[in-house]
């Protein structure tokens, strides 16, 4: 029996020059291990010379071992981060453990990552069975995790139809291309797509050409642009927003292609999106027939206390992007359409090689169930207004050195309102004292806990949070000549 490809799918056998190249045969099930071995003998080099392979390291041997680790980081891996020297051996909830027995309260969880916090059992049971069934096949066949997972997020969502990647700058990507096609239907030679400064869309190059931070550009353009066809506006501002929009279409061949926004700026400084605001998005894009689309990577699933951060915001936007949390840790990012794009790709206009493959699938199952399962976000609700309250509280008792606390759910950024103090001095003082937190722009402390943070586990991230403020107030009082 032969089993050939469908026809949707042929323009893909194009590539290895037959249908017949695709075919799958019932003499395949025969070919061995045998065989294979022979077909690797035969293909090995006759001279003898082949240099042989250097075994990895035993990662338990380096968590015995300190500061090899380090040291290993140093001589191999590109410097694209400014690491703590913290080595994370274990984790459990929201605490985790370093290889010296260290513990900390997790209010990082892996930048928004870790929904349902570290090792959690309906997680890790999701991903050992798919390990042990399938856990990667090419997006040629059918996968039925992908197939549920996508079902679960449009029945949970104004979205029609999904396309899977494996992070948010991808996710975003695919938006990115959505529009520009959406728009060359409708005729627009130049589209352009509008973002708003302090944005944050990802590290890749379109991107990060959307991403409005100029510090992220610096060295990556073309004599001295990035990638054309985005125009910036200021955030939550409707005056500055209509003029983009009146000067694209008074600028021949231009045309609205999109207006693309995170429903609360993360990396920008915890600022949520003003009503006002997108809702005027919601009418232009109407008016124009541009797409409204919204970064929800780290605000979305669950995290602002609805699943999706436009909820807040009474609006439906027309794409929307999610990652980070949507794994719970395993890699894995959607570009979620609605009606009005859900069909702009076409077989061969996109595609993933690890993108909604059955592992990442099965987390992200495991993750929808356990939200669905557990009222988390109730729980959300309730924890973030335990946390903004407990913010408030140790910002009016500390005025000369932190300002207005502002954000949704557990999603919450606190300003550091004394321009002599960086919030990474506030970050350490609290990592010193067991409890993780990362800084957001120029002057937030930001609080982005496992969604399944306990009412005490809050309140003793604030307990140690007020200690760290504290201390860093002393020090800031022994500076003072």
């Given at each position: 029996?032969?089993?050939?490809?469908?026809?949707?799918?042929?323009?893909?056998?194009?590539?290895?020059?037959?249908?017949?190249?695709?075919?799958?045969?019932?003499?395949?099930?025969?070919?061995?291990?045998?065989?294979?071995?022979?077909?690797?003998?035969?293909?090995?080099?006759?001279?003898?010379?082949?240099?042989?392979?250097?075994?990895?390291?035993?990662?338990?041997?380096?968590?015995?071992?300190?500061?090899?680790?380090?040291?290993?980081?140093?001589?191999?891996?590109?410097?694209?981060?400014?690491?703590?020297?913290?080595?994370?051996?274990?984790?459990?909830?929201?605490?985790?453990?370093?290889?010296?027995?260290?513990?900390?309260?997790?209010?990082?969880?892996?930048?928004?990552?870790?929904?349902?916090?570290?090792?959690?059992?309906?997680?890790?049971?999701?991903?050992?069975?798919?390990?042990?069934?399938?856990?990667?096949?090419?997006?040629?066949?059918?996968?039925?995790?992908?197939?549920?997972?996508?079902?679960?997020?449009?029945?949970?969502?104004?979205?029609?139809?999904?396309?899977?990647?494996?992070?948010?700058?991808?996710?975003?990507?695919?938006?990115?291309?959505?529009?520009?096609?959406?728009?060359?239907?409708?005729?627009?030679?130049?589209?352009?797509?509008?973002?708003?400064?302090?944005?944050?869309?990802?590290?890749?190059?379109?991107?990060?050409?959307?991403?409005?931070?100029?510090?992220?550009?610096?060295?990556?353009?073309?004599?001295?642009?990035?990638?054309?066809?985005?125009?910036?506006v200021n955030y939550n501002d409707v005056e500055d927003l209509k003029k983009a929009v009146q000067e694209i279409n008074e600028t021949e061949g231009q045309g609205l292609a999109a207006i693309m926004m995170e429903a609360l700026q993360g990396e920008g400084g915890i600022i949520p999106g003003d009503k006002a605001f997108f809702k005027t998005i919601r009418e232009i894009c109407d008016d124009t027939g541009a797409l409204m689309m919204m970064d929800e990577v780290q605000v979305g699933m669950g995290r602002s206390g609805t699943l999706w951060g436009y909820q807040n915001l009474d609006v439906e936007p027309d794409v929307f992007t999610s990652a980070k949390a949507l794994g719970g840790g395993v890699p894995i990012g959607a570009m979620l359409a609605g009606e009005k794009a859900a069909d702009v790709f076409g077989p061969g206009d996109h595609a993933s090689t690890y993108g909604g493959n059955p592992l990442a699938c099965s987390a992200g199952l495991a993750v929808a169930k356990y939200l669905s399962d557990h009222n988390i976000l109730d729980n959300v609700d309730a924890r973030g207004e335990q946390l903004e309250a407990g913010l408030n509280a140790i910002a009016d008792k500390y005025p000369d050195l932190l300002g207005g606390v502002r954000g949704w759910g557990l999603l919450r950024g606190i300003v550091v309102s004394d321009d002599s103090v960086p919030p990474g001095k506030i970050v350490q003082a609290a990592m010193d004292q067991g409890l993780l937190l990362v800084a957001a722009g120029a002057n937030v402390v930001r609080f982005v806990p496992p969604l399944i943070i306990s009412a005490e586990e809050i309140d003793s991230a604030l307990a140690i949070f007020e200690s760290a403020v504290q201390q860093v107030v002393a020090e800031q009082k022994n500076m003072t000549p």
């Amino acid at each position: 029996m032969k089993i050939v490809l469908s026809a949707s799918l042929a323009y893909l056998a194009s590539t290895a020059g037959s249908v017949n190249a695709f075919a799958v045969t019932s003499s395949s099930s025969n070919y061995g291990s045998t065989a294979l071995q022979a077909t690797i003998d035969e293909a090995a080099p006759a001279t003898g010379n082949k240099k042989a392979l250097v075994p990895p390291k035993s990662i338990d041997d380096l968590m015995s071992q300190d500061g090899e680790t380090g040291e290993l980081y140093d001589k191999n891996v590109q410097k694209t981060y400014g690491r703590y020297p913290l080595t994370i051996k274990n984790g459990k909830g929201c605490k985790l453990w370093t290889s010296d027995g260290k513990e900390f309260l997790d209010c990082v969880s892996g930048i928004a990552t870790c929904a349902l916090g570290h090792s959690n059992d309906e997680l890790n049971s999701a991903i050992s069975k798919q390990m042990e069934q399938v856990h990667h096949v090419s997006n040629l066949y059918l996968i039925p995790s992908q197939a549920a997972l996508a079902q679960w997020l449009c029945e949970n969502s104004v979205a029609s139809k999904a396309f899977f990647c494996n992070s948010g700058a991808e996710a975003n990507e695919a938006a990115i291309k959505c529009a520009r096609r959406h728009a060359s239907n409708r005729g627009i030679e130049k589209p352009i797509i509008i973002t708003a400064h302090q944005s944050f869309h990802g590290r890749t190059l379109a991107a990060l050409s959307a991403t409005a931070q100029p510090k992220y550009h610096k060295g990556f353009g073309y004599d001295g642009d990035m990638v054309p066809g985005f125009k910036y506006v200021n955030y939550n501002d409707v005056e500055d927003l209509k003029k983009a929009v009146q000067e694209i279409n008074e600028t021949e061949g231009q045309g609205l292609a999109a207006i693309m926004m995170e429903a609360l700026q993360g990396e920008g400084g915890i600022i949520p999106g003003d009503k006002a605001f997108f809702k005027t998005i919601r009418e232009i894009c109407d008016d124009t027939g541009a797409l409204m689309m919204m970064d929800e990577v780290q605000v979305g699933m669950g995290r602002s206390g609805t699943l999706w951060g436009y909820q807040n915001l009474d609006v439906e936007p027309d794409v929307f992007t999610s990652a980070k949390a949507l794994g719970g840790g395993v890699p894995i990012g959607a570009m979620l359409a609605g009606e009005k794009a859900a069909d702009v790709f076409g077989p061969g206009d996109h595609a993933s090689t690890y993108g909604g493959n059955p592992l990442a699938c099965s987390a992200g199952l495991a993750v929808a169930k356990y939200l669905s399962d557990h009222n988390i976000l109730d729980n959300v609700d309730a924890r973030g207004e335990q946390l903004e309250a407990g913010l408030n509280a140790i910002a009016d008792k500390y005025p000369d050195l932190l300002g207005g606390v502002r954000g949704w759910g557990l999603l919450r950024g606190i300003v550091v309102s004394d321009d002599s103090v960086p919030p990474g001095k506030i970050v350490q003082a609290a990592m010193d004292q067991g409890l993780l937190l990362v800084a957001a722009g120029a002057n937030v402390v930001r609080f982005v806990p496992p969604l399944i943070i306990s009412a005490e586990e809050i309140d003793s991230a604030l307990a140690i949070f007020e200690s760290a403020v504290q201390q860093v107030v002393a020090e800031q009082k022994n500076m003072t000549p």
